[in-house]
């Protein structure tokens, strides 16, 4: 059984930075491959960024490249999502997800953190 709980979001101008974590109630964190998505009201849930069990691959959404860094600590069993230079268009409920690094889709998922960008 897999866990995930979200923490960090937040209300933040347009420019400031957050950081996301995911705590993972798991045996094994190493196996798991860990992403971020997001969705905001009326759209498609949408991804973000992915990492690997090693921390030897990491995956973006263009939109968020060079702006967000994901990252992970297998010794906390938690993922961390960076996000800098928010835009409005960042708003979005994020989600933490997990799939198993031989899986295609992700299997695990947490209940969301609210990120609200102003202008």
């Known amino acids: 059984q897999v866990q995930l709980v979200e923490s960090g979001g937040g209300l933040v101008q347009a420019g400031g930075s957050l950081r996301l974590s995911c705590a993972a109630s798991v045996r094994t964190f190493s196996s798991y491959t860990m992403g971020w998505f997001r969705q905001s009201p009326g759209n498609e849930r949408e991804f973000v960024a992915a990492?690997?069990?090693?921390?030897?691959?990491?995956y973006y959404a263009d939109s968020v490249k060079g702006r967000f860094l994901i990252s992970r600590d297998n010794a906390k069993n938690t993922v961390y999502l960076q996000m800098n230079s928010l835009q409005p268009e960042d708003t979005a409920v994020y989600y933490c997800?997990?799939?198993?690094?031989?899986?295609?889709?992700?299997?695990?998922w947490g209940q969301g953190t609210q990120v609200t960008v102003s202008s």
């Open positions: 990492i690997s069990w090693n921390s030897g691959s990491t």
């Open positions: 997800a997990a799939r198993l690094s031989a899986d295609t889709m992700y299997r695990y």
